[in-house]
């Protein structure tokens, strides 16, 4: 129990008016929340959060992820009253070209921001990652990880899909130390929060495992502590309902107007005035920051610290570490590719401790599990595997969030089709400059059976877009391994990884295959008096192959795992790879033809999907859009010979 001090109402007005000041200064922002979730942040950085602003990538702090991204302001002012590396000038230049404050948090931008957030619920997915990642360390060094998990949510976050997903999930693994404040306002973007949804946000946390807490006054510091406090001690994940008034205080206060608008100079006299506090030119009063940065200090110095070697066991765990590339049989090359990277990641994970993952629920049929290990729930938090669900959405926010705490190495796996549920999610590893890895498997019309909605048509070119994200579609068995190896290795980007239903082939060997993922393309048949270029990515290579053996005239055959990298090459080093004076392009790939236009050329050919496909099996598919070797063959000779 704590009582609420003069210094501290002074404190949460204080960062009510700072945070109001910079987003007018800005010209833009969400004033609202900065108003109404005011005592929330002061509670949790004041009398919470053990993180040292001194040292803010301490690997056993607590995690706060502002799930509620709009409320970035209050955030950067709270951070700043907290002693990071945070100025007054700093919180000037919010939402600015190049500023430590953009207009929503960034992470590696500013420091004590754990998450980029903004994009709604995707930060409370992020926290539920970070909870797993924190259990799962825990387990195996209980005295260097051991902290909790926060998260600030609103109506909107709630609202998103995603929340649904990783609520469930969280609930079901009984993440116990993560604490999660809903500022329950009542009021979105366009209105009332009644006008577009009227669920029980209890019920259904309720429904999922959740312990449940309301807090009804949000200006009632005392209560919000003792939520907090209690949630620490539950078994089971906590939501704490803290009833606030949007735009508190302000002239907009309980509407939606509040949400997003500035507030004019004399707006903000008005507010100086209600608020009975004073801030000028961006900076708190010094006995509010004392009073706040004192606390932090207080607790920090009462934490037991571990042993040096401790630390040095976690810190060995932790580390990216060397490790060889298998070397594939006849038998195993000569499998699906998604069987090649089930046997791929058998043995790096037999020299990678830390790395786990898991499926949406897809595990027999996208086969990346670790199989020598169980599964990671609340009885066993050794395992390896973690049973997703069907939550690709979910799952990628999860990951992102795992990836962020550190420590481990994270996998997870779907059909490609789906990818498209987590888009949103994987754009935020890019964004985040995270090393998660995708799986993706059934990646072309191959599927068969299931038919169009099953055989991803766009989606490999929908991902080659996203900046900052290796696409890999490895055409031969050793291009899996080394693929695995690159995404393995990868300190600040994610790696999708495509991969086939159907089998590889034999074609290619280790060299090749390392040239190619390292350069993003290589050739795996040369022939100086080629007039064909045969170009194609995954499974189509083995095709290119076929068509290359039935061609009246000889041909290169280019396999092209990483058409992003190949297309970041110099000219000259692409010229080098796709030989332009005498022959030309024929690019053979199972998927949308728009984005090979560059590389095919005025002369060259693509040949490619441009529909959706059907319910049969493969080879009547492809006998049925042409793209059989003897039908390229005829297409090629026709026009182009």
Do not use: C
């Amino acid at each position: 129990m704590i009582t609420t001090t003069p210094l501290a109402t002074k404190a949460i007005q204080s960062l009510r008016l700072l945070s109001n000041q910079i987003i007018s200064h800005a010209g833009s922002g969400h004033p609202g929340i900065a108003l109404g979730a005011a005592p929330i942040l002061y509670e949790l950085y004041a009398n919470q959060l053990n993180v040292d602003p001194k040292n803010p990538h301490e690997p056993n702090r607590d995690r706060f992820v502002l799930s509620a991204g709009h409320g970035a302001a209050l955030l950067y002012a709270t951070l700043y009253a907290a002693g990071f590396n945070l100025t007054s000038k700093d919180l000037s230049e919010f939402r600015q070209p190049h500023s430590k404050t953009p207009g929503h948090p960034e992470v590696g931008v500013t420091p004590g921001v754990e998450a980029t957030t903004g994009p709604l619920g995707q930060g409370l997915g992020m926290a539920v990652g970070m909870a797993m990642a924190e259990e799962k360390l825990h387990q195996q060094f209980p005295t260097v990880i051991h902290h909790f998990t926060y998260a600030l949510v609103g109506d909107g976050d709630l609202m998103e899909g995603v929340s649904h997903e990783v609520a469930s999930l969280a609930g079901q693994q009984r993440l116990s130390k993560l604490i999660v404040l809903y500022d329950d306002n009542a009021v979105s973007l366009d209105g009332a929060k009644e006008r577009s949804d009227t669920s029980d946000n209890l019920a259904r946390f309720a429904s999922y495992g959740w312990d449940i807490r309301k807090v009804e006054n949000g200006n009632n510091l005392e209560a919000i502590h003792d939520a907090i406090e209690n949630a620490k001690l539950s078994p089971e994940p906590t939501l704490i309902a803290v009833k606030s008034i949007i735009g508190d205080f302000g002239p907009f206060a309980g509407t939606n107007k509040a949400h997003g608008t500035p507030l004019t100079d004399q707006q903000l006299v008005d507010l100086s005035e209600m608020l009975a506090v004073k801030v000028t030119n961006f900076e708190l009063p010094s006995d509010v920051l004392e009073d706040i940065r004192i606390k932090i200090m207080a607790r920090l110095a009462n934490r037991v610290q571990p042993t040096e070697e401790e630390l040095g066991n976690y810190f060995e765990f932790t580390r990216k570490k060397d490790f060889s590339i298998p070397q594939l049989t006849t038998e195993i090359k000569s499998q699906a590719g998604r069987k090649i990277s089930k046997y791929v990641l058998q043995n790096f994970a037999q020299q990678l401790p830390n790395l786990w993952g898991g499926s949406a629920d897809l595990v027999a049929s996208t086969n990346a599990e670790i199989v020598q290990s169980p599964l990671f729930n609340n009885d066993d938090r050794s395992g390896r595997n973690i049973a997703f669900g069907v939550r690709e959405f979910g799952m990628g926010s999860v990951m992102n969030g795992i990836a962020l705490h550190g420590g481990t190495t994270i996998f997870g796996a779907t059909f490609l089709a789906f990818s498209d549920y987590m888009k949103a999610a994987i754009r935020l590893s890019a964004l985040q400059h995270v090393p998660v890895i995708y799986v993706f498997t059934h990646d072309s019309v191959t599927v068969g059976e299931d038919g169009p909605t099953h055989q991803p048509v766009e989606q490999l070119m929908g991902l080659r877009m996203i900046p900052g994200i290796d696409v890999l579609r490895p055409g031969t068995a050793e291009e899996i391994a080394h693929a695995w190896h690159q995404a393995l290795t990868s300190i600040d980007r994610p790696t999708v990884l495509i991969l086939s239903r159907g089998a590889i082939g034999p074609q290619g060997n280790d060299a090749q295959a390392e040239l190619a993922i390292q350069r993003g393309a290589v050739q795996l048949r040369q022939n100086n008096d080629a007039k064909i270029n045969l170009i194609a990515t995954g499974s189509e290579v083995q095709l290119a192959q076929k068509v290359s053996e039935l061609l009246s005239v000889p041909s290169n055959i280019i396999s092209i795992p990483n058409l992003s990298r190949f297309s970041a090459l110099e000219k000259s080093e692409r010229h080098k790879i796709i030989p332009q004076e005498t022959a030309k392009n024929v690019i053979i790939e199972a998927g949308t033809t728009l984005g090979w236009q560059g590389i095919a050329g005025d002369e060259g050919m693509i040949l490619g999907i441009d529909e959706f496909g059907m319910s049969a099996v493969a080879a009547n598919i492809f006998d049925e859009i042409g793209f059989t070797a003897e039908s390229i063959v005829h297409r090629i000779t026709r026009e182009l010979l």
